[in-house]
């Protein structure tokens, strides 16, 4: 519910979605590859013997990990076996048209030479930069990259997660200076970067900023004109974050939907959305031992599928192993939802709400302007019978599956605007995908 009582200096500067060409691209590319690598990778969620049940990459934060044999696990930072043209292959060949890189976790390792801070893969012995190869190697395959950068920084000594002394205040003063230094040096080394995915924006030092943020993002979209960037990074004067105190979205798309998705159309507001998800439950760096429920690839295609039927992107985490490479579980999902993708993607690639009654069978997707919807179908009746409610006023021109021998016979009308698409073979491996042309009765 907008209501836009207040007067605000640092809430939303736009409203509805951004219409230039950046945005078009991000909005109809939908589907992404997130990467956690640091550190973190290194202990892989266990210390001496022990297992850390928390997330991988915090690991720093748990009272078993002593922090200073932590900060020096840089000087075994030496990924021999990392081919970025591989790791680009991959994503390519999964269907992921752009990527995220933690450039720099909450716990301060740089993965680039800053010149800012000391704490970077330089000093390791791996000594080169690991982002520059990776955008290189990434944007030659035609994927956009995009930069995790953590407002967190354990390392930094100004940082701070609330000012409670005027020499807290002056410390973080010092910090944001140093955020600001590290923002721009970024985007001067890796020019054809698209956009930031900000994190760890939580603390009050960060929140009760809005004029920061604010001004940050003015600064680095000035200076890299079409950035994109999330909501996350924001917060306005009155420590709102994400929406602003009028519930106006602050920055390029809504960035909160963290390993959880929107249920239906009301709950994005139209505003453009990602999601993004873990394939265990809640690991993002390099865990050794994954636990709990591991997602399938068909599970991970069927949030794919529900994210663009909503309108939004979806970003599948994975968590490289310290030496570079990744581990079976996550190649094997990179190949099998490549695999359905070199197949169905087609009903992704600019899919948005297509505006049509939810049916149970699935998830229907509209190819973006146009009058092709797709529809998924995830859950096969017994009946053999898919059901299709028209909008009013539209008419069924065409029905053809994107798979041969899917479909019996052509559809039957079984009331107004209403049809049974009858299946000839009701057992499937994998989501399947039916296209439907339709056209406006005049
Ligand atoms: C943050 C990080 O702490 C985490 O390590 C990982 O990088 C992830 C992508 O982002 O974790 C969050 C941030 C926000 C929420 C949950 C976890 N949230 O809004 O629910």
Not at 104 to 130: M, N, R
Not at 180 to 193: A, F, S
Not at 231 to 243: N, P, T, V
Not at 392 to 405: D, I, M, P, R, W
Request: include cysteine; hydrophobic fraction near 35%; proline fraction near 4%.
């Amino acid at each position: 519910s907008i209501k836009d009582t207040l007067p605000l200096e640092h809430g939303a500067h736009r409203i509805g979605n951004r219409t230039d060409a950046d945005m078009t691209r991000w909005r109809s590319q939908r589907l992404g590859q997130f990467i956690h690598w640091g550190l973190y990778a290194i202990p892989g969620g266990e210390w001496k013997g022990k297992t850390y049940n928390g997330a991988a990459e915090w690991i720093r934060s748990w009272k078993e990990m002593p922090q200073q044999e932590y900060d020096n696990l840089y000087k075994q930072f030496n990924p021999v076996n990392y081919r970025p043209e591989e790791w680009a292959q991959q994503a390519s060949d999964m269907g992921a048209k752009y990527m995220i890189i933690t450039t720099k976790h909450h716990d301060g390792f740089c993965l680039w030479p800053s010149k800012y801070s000391k704490y970077t893969v330089a000093a390791s012995p791996w000594k080169k930069d690991i982002i520059g190869p990776m955008v290189d190697a990434y944007n030659k395959k035609g994927i956009d990259v995009y930069l995790y950068f953590s407002i967190i920084d354990w390392n930094q000594p100004d940082w701070r997660a609330a000012l409670k002394t005027p020499a807290d205040a002056a410390a973080y003063q010092r910090f944001k200076v140093f955020v600001k230094n590290q923002l721009t040096e970024l985007l001067q080394r890796y020019p054809t970067v698209k956009g930031f995915w900000f994190d760890g924006t939580w603390d009050d030092s960060w929140k009760n900023d809005g004029a920061f943020s604010d001004e940050l993002e003015q600064y680095l979209q000035r200076l890299h004109p079409g950035l994109i960037i999330g909501s996350r990074l924001r917060a306005d004067e009155k420590g709102a974050r994400h929406f602003d105190s009028n519930s106006r979205l602050m920055g390029d798309y809504e960035q909160g939907w963290e390993r959880k998705l929107p249920e239906k159309s009301a709950d994005v507001h139209g505003n453009d959305w990602e999601g993004v998800m873990t394939i265990p439950e809640n690991q993002w760096g390099y865990n050794a031992k994954w636990t709990g429920h591991i997602k399938s690839s068909n599970e991970l295609i069927e949030m794919l599928v529900k994210s663009a039927s909503l309108g939004g992107n979806f970003v599948i985490n994975f968590g490289p192993k310290s030496d570079g490479t990744f581990r079976t579980e996550e190649v094997q999902r990179m190949q099998e939802i490549g695999h359905w993708m070199k197949i169905n993607s087609s009903a992704i690639d600019g899919g948005t709400d297509a505006g049509f009654a939810k049916q149970d069978w699935g998830y229907y997707i509209r190819k973006s302007g146009t009058d092709s919807v797709y529809m998924v179908v995830c859950n096969v009746p017994v009946s053999g019978n898919l059901r299709v409610k028209l909008p009013a006023q539209t008419t069924l021109a065409n029905v053809t599956s994107l798979e041969k021998n899917i479909i019996s016979g052509t559809p039957e009308l079984i009331g107004k605007n209403e049809y049974f698409i009858h299946l000839d073979h009701k057992s499937q491996d994998a989501p399947f995908v039916i296209l439907l042309q339709t056209s406006k009765e005049n």
